[in-house]
């Protein structure tokens, strides 16, 4: 078929430039004096235009209820309702305050339904509304009797106005109802006969204007009364939450019953305690999810009976998961409470989970035990899904396992520091240290904790290490992870980082290799070989070097992780008690490590691409977006290289994937290498790179863009048919030069990858390079 052909349309100013607008309002002819007079009169812009019109309609219809509460109070001041010549008025007026009180009570009932609050001028308006309305329909149902039958409406009515709108505003609406009962009297001519009435009138409204104190005060009542059944059954929930941690007995009481205080710190401990885990339990469930890319991570736990699993909680976009205790024998759940080992299942291997309510069956199940390493007693089941037929691996399994040992080891300190709370006042500080070891994350903030609390316990410390085991063997080599001197001390101290070997014979190598607390006697640290030979402690009178214990993840991993150094001024300091609180800080020390590293791991997994080691194209976005945003922020340039290796697909045909992996590794190592330190490197997908720079123009980037170029096609990579070599075509665009936003941005950048693909490839192309057409397209 011939492609037709587009006559070449003539150029002229872009839609909405001052120029063309200019132009067509030139070529206009004069509007007529009569289109004139209606532009200023009725146009938008005139006197009386749609938009004046819409203001003035609005301002009428908000003053509708203050000028029928106006007129209907001067109506009353006339006795004009209880005239018997004027029917057709009482009539009119009647009609004309209901419709203005129901226009008034729908306004603010849908203004509340928008969670819009009512103010004062609109409470004010409301309120006279009803009041006038209530005392309108009294008079006009009167009769002429000296005492109206519907004269106790009126005291309500006061009443509740009083109770529920501001305090100002309802006093105020209170002497307006007795301003106009005292005006109509005295409209009358203040006939003595009716004296009695219209004072007792006054008095019954002062009076039930006082009931908003009463209501008041019931409201506040029964509002203590609701917080204290919300906090009892909070302790409740709590208590049974405690039990099924075992951190109570079942069927104890909360803090024992010998002495109040004791009992009031037994529960304040619990509920520590359950909050310490439940936060854990939350961390372990977020690290699942982002790590295992779950669609829910749920945590099961046995009943006292262990009969049922009770949900304690879950991370799902499901509404669906039972809340209601699950038979500990059926589904998939079961399985692993039966096995007391992990179950994985995807495919037509998994049935309707038993944990959904409506029969939601997920294409790949994966559930590991919680087994309490006190007694190997199963405490209940840690468990993930995905609704995508996409299975779990062996990796992922191992994971989930490190997590649930996460949820017990904090279960088992929490369980460790009840019971610590009810031996001895003095360890107070001992439990915040392990409090805050618990809570850190980082390995940085162990380290830092670690030291900071361990010397609170060691009266005269004037030195503190952290040794760290690299690697295995009976002669592992180990480094000084961290260090910490007393202010004043002018002894010697080992340098962070520095590295000796295990086979030295030195006091943190032997508790390593013993798993022992080293010396077991008084030992002087200035003959003592604590570190290696070339590092000697001077100005010490004591030292103590403890093991950093963790359960191992997996067979074969080293039980000791490192030491924890402490040196004291004092002699003698280092007792039996000492020790022993010592070694509990090191055993969370030891395990807060082992979870500082699992974190890093998993975050790794969550934030990195698994073949390259470069950031993944999730992280990526998010990155560019910061950039983008400190960029608008500070008016400095972000630019976007897009790269893709050229005919990658005949390299993975001709030579096969797993050299297509050397290729893509290499490349990256190549990315990573020239990009600066400030630069996001990332795996954009399949064998297309991307780098944001921020703080770089289209020169800068050009010049890193060029070096990669080179350097990738100096890439040789080894294969069985001999060298290969690759080139690699790349397209560079600058925020905010070239595009306003980040669509725009990647689109551009992609457009001149796809110029520079398209002339040749093995070039870098940049935005402000392309012809007019080509940049305008791209």
Known sequence: MTPAVVPPVAARAPLGSTASVRDRLDRQRPRPALVK?????????????????????????????????????????????????????TAAALAGLFLATTGAGVRRALRAAASQAAAPREQAELGALLLVTTLALVQATAGGADEPLLQPLVYLVVACLVTWLDRPIGLGLVALAMGLEAGGWWWQGAPAGERPAVFGHLGFLALFSLLYHAVLAGRLLASRRAEQAAVAHRLSEIERQAREYRLMAPGAPAGGAERVDRADRARQATI???????????????????????????????SDDDRELV?????????????????????????????????????????????????????????????????????????????????????????????????????????????????RDEWEGFFQALERLNKATKLSDVLDATLAEARKLVPGACLGAVTLREGSGDAPEHAVARTWTAEGWRGEAPVEGHRFDGAGGSLVAAAVRLEASLPARDLSPARAVVFDPGTRLRGLESV?????????????DPAVLGTLVLGSTRAGVFDQDRVRQLEMVALQAGQALQRARLYE??????????????????????????????????????????????????VNDTYGHPVGDLVLKGVARILAKEARATDVVAR???????????????????????????????????????????????????????????????????????????????????????????????
Not at 398 to 418: I, W
Not at 632 to 647: A, E, F, K, N, T
């Open 601 to 650: 791991a998993t975050e790794r997994l969550a934030t990195t691409d698994g073949l390259t080691g470069l950031t993944n194209h999730r992280t990526f976005q998010g990155r560019l977006d910061e950039h983008l945003s400190v960029s608008q922020r500070y008016g400095r340039p972000v630019s976007l290289i897009l790269c893709d290796i050229d005919h990658f697909k005949s």
């Open 544 to 556: 103590k070097v403890v093991p950093l214990r963790a359960e191992p993840l997996r067979e074969g």
């Open 684 to 778: 954009y997908g399949g064998e297309e790179f991307a780098l944001v720079m921020p703080e770089a123009d289209t020169a800068a980037a050009l010049g890193v863009a060029e070096r990669i170029r080179e350097r990738v096609g100096q890439l040789v990579t080894e294969t069985g048919r001999g060298p290969l070599q690759v080139t690699m075509s790349l397209g560079i665009a600058t925020f905010p030069g070239d595009a306003a936003d980040k669509a725009a941005l990647v689109e551009r950048a992609d457009g001149c990858l796809y110029h520079a693909k398209r002339n040749g490839r093995n070039r870098c192309v940049t935005a402000a390079s392309l012809p007019p057409t080509r940049r305008a397209s791209a």
């Open 37 to 89: 007079l209606y532009a200023l009169l009725l146009g938008d812009a005139g006197v009386a235009g749609a938009p004046v019109r819409r203001r003035l309609g609005r301002l009428l219809w908000e003053a509708v209820p203050g000028l029928a509460a106006l007129g209907g109070a001067l109506l009353l001041l006339a006795r004009a309702l209880a005239s018997p010549s004027t029917g057709w008025l």
């Open 311 to 423: 949900l304690r909680e879950v991370r799902s976009d499901s509404d669906a998961i039972a809340a209601t205790p699950l038979p500990a024998g059926e589904g998939a759940i079961g399985c692993v409470v039966k096995a007391r080992a992990p179950v994985r299942l995807h495919g037509d291997d998994v049935r309707a989970a038993s944990y959904y309510v409506d029969g939601t069956r997920p294409g790949a199940l994966l559930a590991v035990p919680l087994l309490d390493r006190r007694g190997g007693q199963l405490r209940g089941v840690l468990l993930a899904d995905r609704l995508e037929a996409r299975p779990f691996t062996e990796e992922d399994e191992r994971v989930l396992e490190a997590l649930a040992g996460e949820v017990l080891r904090a279960v088992a300190s929490e369980r460790l520091m009840g019971g610590m709370r009810s031996s």
């Open 272 to 302: 520590a305690s359950v909050v310490e885990i439940e936060t854990a339990v939350k961390g372990a469930l977020t690290v699942a999810e982002a790590a295992l890319r779950a669609d829910t991570c749920a945590v099961f736990l046995l």
